[in-house]
């Protein structure tokens, strides 16, 4: 993770998390700590927030009669998590996600799992409408403490260049 300081007045400094365009390296991977350990309340309460009423992901008498014998993690829910962890290395300075393409759900996820993520930068380029802009498009890996591959999916965003990121530039 880039992590900068700025000088905001005597003795007073200021952390600034993720990446300018300039610090993408295509062909990189940066590997995206701390991990989460998923909760059976994570489970519950983001499934239903989310209105989700497949019984799969909070009836564990129901589940337990599925291939799995008991409850899945709500795989929106492990998409969040997995994007939410690359947030302060890839996009903390990003100005807009661009889109998502290819998410694979490549295995099962269960309370109790320890999630992992990295990315891999596949892209990038200056934008031809924005000069102080560029374009980065990674391949986001979520895995198991043991190694389990559970999703994949490619990300494209658009971040500034140096010196024009809103804390680069804000005052306060």
Known sequence: MV???KEVGPNRYR???GRHFEDFVVGDVYEHRPGRTISEADNTWFTLLTMNT???HFDAAY???TEFGRPLVNSA???AIVAGMSVSDLSQKAIANLGWNDIRLTAPVFAGDTLYAESEVLSKRESKSRPNQGIVT???TGAKDDGTVFMTYERT???PKRGHAVDDIADG
């Open 138 to 140: 990674v391949k986001t």
């Open 3 to 5: 992590v900068e300081r």
């Open 157 to 159: 965003f658009l971040v």
């Open 63 to 65: 589940a337990a009669k």
């Open 77 to 79: 829910l492990t998409l």
């Open 15 to 17: 952390e600034s998390f």
């Open 54 to 56: 497949h019984p799969l």
